[in-house]
């Protein structure tokens, strides 16, 4: 029976260090961010992990900025969620983590992209006509809003047992409302971030 007992001690402390050595939250800094309308943006991120090998993220974003390289004053900002899920094949506890996972395409904002809309009908004198399918949108800041989901790759790196650097990209699709417009696009996102474990 005693040692049953310090078997138990032995096996419950052990628990509670490895617990203690291990956390499983994390919040980090994105100082990065960059998605298929904007080069800059900034952002947060929360991750709770799950057993040795599944993590539930939530990364939010505010990205801004030129969107057009041609055109200097094409200006686009959006607001982001993407919660996700992620899987680390060799676990989560080594120095360098890889983990692949599908994070959803939450996004609103707005642009002044001066782009084409689909062939609409007027009236003129009574009769109605098709308008010219390069009906231009005026270039104003215009609602844009789009969902889907991006195939997401992420590579950390703990370089303490409290800190990691980290480096996320997915690649994906989403359905964009723009305007009169509205379908399915590419969607595209790269995120560094800097996190603190507790």
């Given at each position: 029976?005693?040692?049953?007992?310090?078997?138990?001690?032995?096996?419950?402390?052990?628990?509670q260090t490895?617990?203690?050595?291990?956390?499983?939250?994390?919040?980090?800094?994105?100082?990065?961010?960059?998605?298929?309308?904007?080069?800059?943006?900034?952002?947060?991120?929360?991750?709770?992990?799950?057993?040795?090998?599944?993590?539930?993220?939530?990364?939010?974003?505010?990205?801004?900025?030129?969107?057009?390289?041609?055109?200097?004053?094409?200006?686009?900002?959006?607001?982001?969620?993407?919660?996700?899920?992620?899987?680390?094949?060799?676990?989560?506890?080594?120095?360098?983590?890889?983990?692949?996972?599908?994070?959803?395409?939450?996004?609103?904002?707005?642009?002044?992209?001066?782009?084409?809309?689909?062939?609409?009908?007027s009236e003129?004198?009574?009769?109605?006509?098709?308008?010219?399918?390069?009906?231009?949108?005026?270039?104003?800041?215009?609602?844009?809003?789009?969902?889907?989901?991006?195939?997401?790759?992420?590579?950390?790196?703990?370089?303490?047992?409290?800190?990691?650097?980290?480096g996320d990209?997915?690649?994906?699709?989403?359905?964009?409302?723009?305007?009169?417009?509205?379908?399915?696009?590419?969607?595209?996102?790269?995120?560094?971030?800097?996190?603190?474990?507790?």
């Open positions: 029976m005693k040692h049953l007992l310090i078997i138990a001690i032995v096996i419950v402390t052990s628990l490895e617990a203690k050595d291990n956390p499983k939250n994390s919040l980090s800094i994105i100082p990065v961010s960059v998605t298929h309308h904007t080069a800059t943006g900034v952002g947060i991120q929360y991750e709770r992990i799950i057993g040795t090998k599944l993590s539930l993220a939530l990364p939010v974003s505010y990205t801004f900025g030129n969107s057009n390289p041609c055109d200097a004053t094409v200006k686009t900002h959006m607001g982001y969620a993407n919660p996700g899920m992620k899987y680390y094949p060799a676990g989560n506890s080594r120095i360098v983590n890889y983990a692949v996972g599908v994070s959803a395409v939450i996004g609103r904002g707005n642009s002044n992209c001066c782009s084409e809309i689909n062939p609409t009908l003129e004198g009574g009769s109605t006509k098709q308008a010219d399918s390069k009906t231009p949108i005026e270039k104003r800041f215009t609602p844009l809003s789009e969902n889907g989901v991006l195939l997401t790759n992420s590579l950390s790196v703990n370089v303490s047992n409290r800190l990691l650097v980290a990209a997915g690649i994906g699709t989403a359905f964009v409302k723009y305007a009169a417009q509205q379908g399915w696009d590419a969607a595209f996102q790269f995120n560094i971030r800097v996190g603190y474990k507790f």
